[in-house]
Nanobody, 130 residues
Framework: QVQLVESGGGLVQAGGSLRLSCAAS????????MAWFRQAPGKEREFVSA????????YYADSVKGRFAISRDNAKNTVYLQMNNLKPDDTASYYC???????????????????????WGRGTQVTVSS
């Protein structure tokens, strides 16, 4: 059974930092695109960041560019999201997602779509106070 388990969320003041982790089990994702999405109450799930299989290609939503950094450790089957200079608007549940297709071309319109991803974690809450 494939599982993605997020951790690292919490309550932080504006300007603070958090590092989210997503540990995968049940299969390896070392050949697959992985991503982070987030969803605030009453809003649709939105793309945050994606990373290709070897970590060379990354992409960020404009709202987090320059503040967030995605990375991965294929040996640990884990993807990370370093979040710096957090803002109240970053408050949301953060979800890890993994693509089932190996070596998918890193096309922006594809990697930013929820429809691309076959596996999802349950989410970790990030709350940023002003």
């Amino acid at each position: 059974q494939v599982q993605l388990v997020e951790s690292g969320g919490g309550l932080v003041q504006a300007g603070g930092s958090l590092r989210l982790s997503c540990a995968a089990s049940g299969r390896t994702f070392s050949s697959n695109v992985m991503a982070w999405f987030r969803q605030a109450p009453g809003k649709e799930r939105e793309f945050v960041s994606a990373i290709n299989w070897n970590g060379i290609n990354t992409y960020y939503a404009d709202s987090v560019k320059g503040r967030f950094a995605i990375s991965r450790d294929n040996a640990k089957n884990t993807v990370y999201l370093q979040m710096n200079n957090l803002k109240p608007d970053d408050t949301a549940s953060y979800y890890c997602a993994a693509d089932r297709t190996a070596f998918r071309p890193f096309t922006i319109v594809v990697v930013t779509s929820t429809a691309t991803y076959n596996y999802w974690g349950r989410g970790t809450q990030v709350t940023v106070s002003s």
